[in-house]
């Protein structure tokens, strides 16, 4: 019987204690792999956000019309890809600050 209720108590130790620890290490030991996908999910982005304003560019000067929600996307894009540059560049001087021995503030 206190068999079953230490059991049970480790086991919810675990689901609530362990778990969030271990996928917060798992944050830190990936950071990096995390960091360079995201860099290169954006200049993707970037990427097809310059091809398809090329393109709206060249229906501008045929006078054809350019629908909102390429002009939305094409903004949003540009968005996105600001947002991303801060967070990234956050980070690098959240890095740095943990490296000197300070804690980054959120």
Known sequence: MVENFVIGIASKLGEYL??????RLGYVLFYKSYVEHLKKEVKELETARQRVQCVVDEAG?????????????????????????KLLKHGESAKSACLRGGFPTP
């Open 61 to 85: 000067c045929n006078r054809k019309p350019i629908h909102t929600d390429v002009e939305d996307w094409l903004e949003s894009a540009k968005v996105e890809a600001e947002e991303v540059e």
């Open 18 to 23: 362990i778990a969030p620890i271990g996928r």
